[in-house]
């Protein structure tokens, strides 16, 4: 689905999250040393999925809460749900039978509902104040430091 201009910033972000997703997947698959991948876990989550959850909870959420408390509450909760998974694998043992190994499919999941569900339903809320919105988001987006 084509997103809006509003959105676009987000769904680039996405992009790189499934990228990042297909990097951990190939490792499992390969039976790649789990050490090293959990240290980059815990990289992408700082330079990556901090920022973006920032800019998703400070400028899409407030849409959300208005208009479609239910998708709101879900984004939240697996916001939450990710945090605790990479804090888990970066205090665990690495090894791919625990967070580590659950990352990548919590990761996709999470962003398939974001571009299927709560972004086509922000964009639909937003309604006139979708210049604004895009406004926002670009300039939070661009205001942010580049990721490692």
Same mark, same amino acid.
Do not use: K, N
């Given at each position: ?6 959105? &676009?910033?987000?769904s680039?972000?996405h992009?790189?999250?499934l ?5 951990l ?5 390969a039976?790649d040393d ?21 800019? &998703?909870e400070?400028?899409v959420?407030p849409?959300? &809460?208005?208009g479609?408390p239910a ?6 909760? &697996?916001?939450?749900?990710i945090r605790q998974l ?8 690495? %090894?791919?039978? %625990?967070?580590?190994?659950s ?7 999470h962003i ?6 709560a972004?086509?339903a922000?964009?639909?809320?937003a309604?006139?104040?979708l ?8 300039d ?7 990721s490692?």
């Open positions: 689905m084509r997103r809006s201009d509003a959105l &676009e910033p987000l680039h972000d992009h790189a999250g990228v990042f997703v297909a990097r997947r190939a490792a499992q698959r039976g789990p050490a090293p991948l959990a240290a980059e876990v815990a990289a992408f989550w700082r330079g990556h999925l901090v920022p973006h959850f920032q800019d &998703e400070a400028l959420l849409l959300l &809460e208005r479609a998708l709101a509450a879900q984004m939240l909760d &697996e916001h939450r749900q990479v804090e888990a694998a970066s205090g665990a043992p690495a %090894g791919w039978g %625990g967070p580590l190994g990352v990548a499919g919590v990761l996709a999941a398939r509902f974001e571009e299927r569900q972004f086509p922000a964009e639909r809320l309604g006139d104040a210049a604004d919105l895009r406004t926002r988001i670009h939070a987006h661009t205001s942010r430091p580049p490692p």
